[in-house]
Structure formats: structure tokens, C-alpha cells
């Protein structure tokens, strides 16, 4: 059952309709790849480093009877690496997803924002702020996944697919 929940949880956060635009205008193109650039550079060095912040803890927890200083060094760096590679080739795809969801007259206006000074600070600042608002909600993670499960499991008995 826990399993199906899973999947459930999965399948649905993935696999559910966009709203996205099917085919968007070359200006919107154009528009979603100079976002992109003006998002890429401080915001994506600030995820990584999120990122790795937020993981490499707990690898290193699970690791650190089992290796050395140097070992977990290298380790990390192999840890680091990998995420870079990893929001590196996502970052090709941004500016495609950003023109499917968004018209190029919506992309100019958020270029004219992030230009701003407001904008300019968000983005400093969105990456610590999406990694306070991820340490709140790793703590309700279990719970949340306990108390799912067991609904699930009631309403799978409830319809006759009990354990």
C-alpha cells in the first residue's frame, strides 16, 4: 500500500496537465533566453551551493565512519561536480519552458523586473529563501507521509483492496 501512495504522489505531481502555450512565438523564444541569462549566472552558483549544502550534510553523516578526510573530500568535490553537470543541463532547457508558459510580452515585463533593483535582490535572495522554506518542510515530510499512507490505506479498504 505505502507503495501505491508513493506512486500515487508521483504520478500525479508529474503527469498532470500544463497550461503551458504549445508553440511559442520567436520573440517569446528570444525573450525566455535573455531570462534565462539574466537569471543564470548568480541564482544558479546560489543553488548549487544550496544544494550542496543542504545534501552533502547528510552524505557526509552517513559516510564519515566509513571514510576519511580525504576520501569525503573527494567525495564532495565528485557531489559537487555532479550538481553543477546536473543544473547545467537543465539550465539548456529553461528558456524553451519559459516560452511555453509565459508570452513574450510577459517575458519582457519579467525582464524589466529582474533588471530592477527589486528584481536584481530577488534574485540574490530567492535561493536562501527557497532553502528556508525546504527546512520547514522537511521536518513534516514523515509525518505527512504517515498520515497519507494511512488514508490511502483506508480508502483502499474501504473500496475492497484491503491488506
Known amino acids: 500500500m505505502k507503495r501505491v501512495a508513493a506512486a500515487f504522489i508521483i504520478l500525479t505531481a508529474f ?3 500544463s497550461a503551458a502555450q504549445t508553440t511559442p512565438t520567436p520573440d517569446a523564444i528570444a525573450a525566455a533566453q535573455e531570462l534565462a541569462a539574466i537569471m543564470n549566472d ?9 544544494i550542496t549544502a543542504q545534501i552533502w550534510t547528510n552524505v557526509e ?3 564519515a565512519s566509513r571514510a576519511d578526510a580525504a576520501t569525503l573530500a573527494e567525495m564532495r568535490r565528485e557531489f559537487e ?3 553543477a553537470d546536473l543544473t547545467g543541463d537543465v539550465m539548456k532547457n529553461v528558456p524553451a ?4 508558459h509565459f508570452s513574450a510580452q510577459e517575458l519582457h515585463d519579467m525582464i524589466a523586473f529582474y533588471k530592477s533593483p527589486t ?4 534574485l540574490k535572495e530567492m535561493p536562501a529563501v527557497l532553502v528556508d522554506v525546504s527546512q520547514e518542510i522537511a521536518p513534516r515530510m514523515q509525518s505527512m507521509q504517515t498520515d497519507l499512507n494511512a ?3 483506508a480508502i483502499m479498504r474501504t473500496h475492497g483492496y484491503g491488506k
Open 61 to 63: 553523516r552517513q559516510l
Open 15 to 17: 503527469a498532470g496537465p
Open 151 to 153: 488514508r490511502i490505506d
Open 97 to 100: 519552458v519559459y516560452a511555453r
Open 42 to 50: 548568480e541564482s544558479i552558483t546560489q543553488i548549487r551551493t544550496a
Open 81 to 83: 561536480r555532479s550538481v
Open 119 to 122: 528584481g536584481a535582490r530577488s
